[in-house]
């Protein structure tokens, strides 16, 4: 997943249906003498609205949680995209615009408190390591950077076949991958995590080597192919949001005959598009174990 220099501003055309972070806030600086509790947090996605519905299919977001014992302040810290999941799964198409349109940036939030509830009723809220104030700071730092230049959510991990040792073509690119790069930099830094499994969510989309297609202006532009953006843009029509149950259906049926009978999916990555030649079994939901990161230097003693 590529990184970049900075993070443009946001379209006004990209609204989001709920504020990203609204109780947001700087992250503090910690007394370097705190000794600072790390919480592993996870619950179903979109839990505030459909309960353990998602739950129930392991599509599991991830967050971190911190207590400062000079303070006894609890903090939460996600990374979530900013205009929604679908958006950054898919793109909008835009009357008399020829690109298909990307509201699909991803941002940490922190803010202030554990809400035990969310996390304890239908997910999980565990300890797995303690630190100390300076490793905190220098975390801090850190997701300052990453945050900065890690901009785009990216939904899907596509890889070769199911087995483990399976070429992976395309990194998924969300919350679960932020917490699991944050861990790995406390345990660079010092921390040792506590021996418990840990599970997280992938998406994953199944294909053969995947071909290049070019990025917006050479596929979109006055010297673009326009068979192939034709092509890419009805491949990416179905997907749009849906007024009536009767719509999505005729869409449904749209996207099983791409997807499953004709083995195409078009791919935007890293602002590039690529052709997937899909493969059985197509897509697949995964809830599997991730280690807790064993780090580069020996503890600091906390």
């Known amino acids: 997943h590529r990184r970049f220099d900075y993070r443009p501003k946001t379209d006004p055309y990209c609204q989001a249906r709920y504020t990203f972070c609204p109780t947001g806030s700087a992250i503090p600086v910690m007394k370097e003498d705190d000794v600072i509790e790390v919480y592993r947090l996870q619950a179903p996605v979109w839990e505030f609205k459909y309960g353990d519905l998602l739950g129930h299919l392991k599509i599991m977001h991830d967050a971190v949680g911190f207590k400062s014992s000079l303070t006894s302040k609890n903090y939460t810290m996600e990374w979530y995209e900013l205009f929604q999941l679908g958006n950054c799964t898919f793109p909008h198409l835009r009357p008399g615009v020829d690109a298909p349109f990307w509201c699909n940036q991803g941002a940490a939030c922190f803010y202030e408190g554990i809400d035990d509830a969310h996390w304890k009723e239908n997910g ?116 749009k949001p849906h007024r009536t149950v009767g719509e999505f259906f005729v869409d449904l049926l749209k996207i099983i005959d791409r997807v499953i009978l004709n083995h195409q999916f078009y791919l935007f990555y890293n602002l590039e598009y690529w052709f997937l030649p899909m493969k059985f079994p197509y897509l697949k939901i995964i809830y599997e174990e991730v280690p807790l990161p064993i780090g580069s230097k020996t503890s600091s003693g906390v």
Do not use: H
């Open 124 to 239: 999980t809220l565990v300890l797995v390591t303690t630190i100390s104030g300076t490793m905190f700071n220098e975390m801090a730092k850190w997701v300052k950077y990453d945050n900065e230049t890690g901009i785009y959510y990216e939904t899907w991990t596509v890889q070769a076949s199911p087995d483990k040792q399976s070429i992976v073509w395309f990194d998924a690119y969300e919350c679960s991958k932020f917490i699991l790069r944050t861990y790995q930099k406390l345990a660079d830094l010092g921390a040792v995590f506590k021996k418990i499994q840990t599970n997280y969510t992938s998406i994953i989309l199944f294909s053969g080597e995947p071909i290049y297609l070019g990025n917006e202006t050479s596929i979109f532009g006055p010297q673009g192919n326009k068979t192939l953006a034709a092509a890419v843009r009805d491949f990416y029509y179905p997907f």
